[in-house]
């Protein structure tokens, strides 16, 4: 079957510019993380959603970074004010549930934002 | 706080050669265990994972042991092939109900294998 799929794979934006990045997780899932991959930070949690509880945000790194998943499926990761430190590949990955520590994440291919 | 800690790379070895590479972790709770890779221009896959001590996680050659009183969870595998050359990610998670089921990952080891 299908697996996790993100939008755009690239995203090149000026800085103070707002973007959004879609994650389309694998069908049944109820459980969907976003990621960061940067040089200086390694992989970093951003936030976790489950069925329908308040998602889990402790990952955001600040106010700029928001998230929502519509109707348990399609997420979209908005970051406003786009600075140069937020360049990095942005993943997104999703499970069964989440609430097992011995669910297997699958992962997206990414999408590469570059600020500049 | 819950951290994992890899060997840093790079690792490059010959075609046929043994590998390991350690990783170690700290966990305030009851982890379970993941090694992750990225190929080339690939996203993260799951390439093994052990759940609970002394578990030893398999695929494609790889192997892991969970071993709980060294809080490690090295990787080996007997003979690696110019195929392997990728990233490597230990990662773990933690069990419990205030647990959202976050990946904490190592930084990753890049392995280059030459023929």
């Known amino acids: 079957g299908a697996g996790v799929s993100q939008s755009p794979s690239n995203k090149v934006t000026e800085k103070g510019k707002d973007v959004e990045l879609r994650c389309d997780p694998i069908?049944?899932?109820?459980?969907l993380y976003w990621y960061r991959q940067s040089l200086g930070q390694g992989l970093e949690f951003l936030i976790y959603?489950?069925?329908?509880?308040?998602?889990?945000k402790s990952g955001l790194p600040s106010d700029r970074f928001s998230a929502e998943r519509t109707g348990g499926s399609v997420s979209t990761l908005t970051i406003q004010r786009t600075q140069q430190e937020d360049s990095a590949v942005y993943l997104c990955a999703s499970s069964s549930r989440g609430d097992r520590g011995t669910d297997t994440q699958y992962f997206g291919p990414g999408t590469r934002l570059t600020v500049l | 706080g819950d951290s994992v800690t890899q060997m840093e790379g790079p690792v490059t070895l010959s075609e046929e050669a043994f590998l390991t590479i350690n990783c170690t972790y700290t966990a305030t709770g009851y982890p379970s265990l993941f090694w992750y890779v990225q190929y080339p221009g690939e996203g993260l896959q799951l390439l093994l994972k052990a759940t609970k001590a002394d578990d030893k996680g398999s695929n494609k050659g790889f192997e892991a042991t969970y071993r709980k009183e060294t809080t490690s969870f090295h990787l080996e595998k007997g003979s690696v092939q110019v195929s392997d050359s990728a990233v490597y990610f230990c990662a773990l998670r933690v069990h419990g109900s205030s647990n959202t089921g976050k990946l904490i990952f190592g930084q990753g080891t890049t392995l280059q294998v030459k023929p």
């Open positions: 959603f489950q069925g329908n509880s308040a998602p889990d």
């Open positions: 069908s049944g899932h109820t459980a």
